[in-house]
């Protein structure tokens, strides 16, 4: 019998169906006790298929922390385009920051990348890179436009987006990587995006003439 015909839509989805095996077995099992054979195994694909699309584990690893940590960045576009003043745009951006934190998937991953990075530093500078710089990079051109338009004051334009993610962090994140049960429902986020908004308004508010 002539070989079975493998369709473009085939094809496509084998990448992606790794992607989702890899994310899984690493956060269910860590990224050290995850093997190409498990992820091949989980996506239903032969190994030599893995290293068709993928050269190793740590590429798969930075790919899946890459996608994770994408919505972080796309953030800031909500101070951009927003409605309402920029104390309400920051405000739902904090608010919004704070959900995703959240996400049991990105608590996982954070957890995972403290686990591995003792072993393997070149997996947390990738987590690194691909989320909370990415984020902090995104932000300063926001706040490099909100400095011209007089709404805030700010000689270190990198300083000023580092103060405003950790002044929505708090200890909050904390909190959630070490599973402290008292984690925060909306009414306290809601408070948290404010209170955050509030002090870092106050700590760039542009001088009086």
Excluded: W
Aim: aromatic letters at 8%.
């Amino acid at each position: 019998m002539p070989p079975a015909l493998v369709s473009e839509a085939d094809r496509a989805s084998k990448p992606e169906a790794v992607l989702a095996a890899a994310k899984a077995l690493f956060l269910e099992r860590g990224y050290g006790a995850a093997s190409m054979d498990d992820i091949a195994r989980r996506a239903k694909v032969g190994k030599a298929t893995v290293y068709e699309h993928f050269q190793s584990k740590e590429e798969l690893f930075a790919l899946v922390v890459n996608r994770e940590c994408r919505g972080q960045a796309m953030l800031a576009e909500t101070l951009e385009t927003g409605e309402g003043d920029f104390r309400t745009r920051l405000v739902r951006f904090s608010r919004m920051f704070l959900d995703v934190l959240f996400q049991p998937e990105m608590i996982a991953i954070y957890r995972t990348i403290i686990a591995e990075t003792v072993r393997a530093p070149q997996l947390g500078t990738a987590f690194y890179e691909n989320g909370p710089l990415r984020l902090r990079n995104a932000l300063v051109p926001v706040l490099a436009q909100a400095a011209r338009d007089g709404q805030i004051e700010a000689d270190d334009l990198e300083r000023a987006a580092i103060d405003l993610i950790s002044l929505v962090r708090a200890d909050l994140h904390l909190r959630a990587l070490f599973a402290v049960p008292t984690l925060p429902g909306a009414a306290e986020k809601d408070e948290l995006a404010e209170v955050a908004v509030g002090r870092f308004l106050k700590a760039y508010a542009p001088a009086l003439a």
